[in-house]
C-alpha cells in the first residue's frame, strides 16, 4: 500500500529546518578544516589569521565577537607585527551559511595557497564519502 502524505506548510518547514541543520554544521566544519589548513599550509606568523576565521548561520548567529582582536602580535621571528581586524561580513538574506576570515590579508594567503576554498572542498569530500551529496 502506498503512503498518503501531503507536501504542506509542515512539510516544508521541516525541509527547510533540515537544510539549515546541514549547512550549519556545513559552515562550522568548514571553518574547522580552514585552521587546519593554514596550520598545515605553514601560513601561521602570528596566527591571527587563525584565529580570526568565523562561522555566521541564522540558526547559531555568529562566531565573529570571538576572533582575536586588532593589536600587536609575536611574530614567527620574535618580533612584532601588528594586525588589524576587518568588519564582520554580512550573510546575504539568500544564503544559509557563511565562513569568513577577519585578517584582510587573508584573500592574498587564500590565492598563494587556498585553505578556505579547500577547507570547503574537504567538508564536501567528507559528505560524498557517506554517500550524500552536496553541492557547493
Given amino acids: 500500500m502506498a503512503a498518503d502524505f501531503k507536501l504542506d506548510k509542515d ?8 537544510v539549515a541543520e546541514v549547512m ?22 602570528t596566527r591571527f589569521m587563525e584565529g ?7 540558526k547559531k548567529g555568529s562566531t565573529y565577537s ?5 593589536g600587536s602580535y609575536v611574530n614567527k621571528h620574535r618580533g612584532i607585527s601588528k594586525r588589524e581586524k576587518a568588519p564582520e561580513a554580512a550573510l546575504p538574506k ?9 585578517a584582510p590579508y587573508a584573500v592574498h594567503q587564500e590565492e598563494r595557497k587556498s585553505f578556505l576554498y579547500q577547507g570547503l572542498t574537504d567538508v564536501r569530500d567528507k559528505f560524498d564519502s557517506l554517500g550524500g551529496e552536496v553541492k557547493l
Avoid: H, M
Wanted: no cysteine.
Fill in 66 to 70: 570571538k576572533t582575536f582582536p586588532s
Fill in 52 to 58: 580570526s576565521t568565523y562561522t555566521i548561520t541564522p
Fill in 11 to 18: 512539510f516544508w518547514a521541516n525541509i527547510n529546518e533540515a
Fill in 94 to 102: 539568500e544564503y544559509d551559511a557563511l565562513t569568513g576570515v577577519a
Fill in 24 to 45: 550549519t554544521l556545513v559552515a562550522e566544519k568548514t571553518e574547522e578544516a580552514a585552521r587546519r589548513n593554514i596550520e598545515a599550509n605553514e601560513q601561521v606568523d
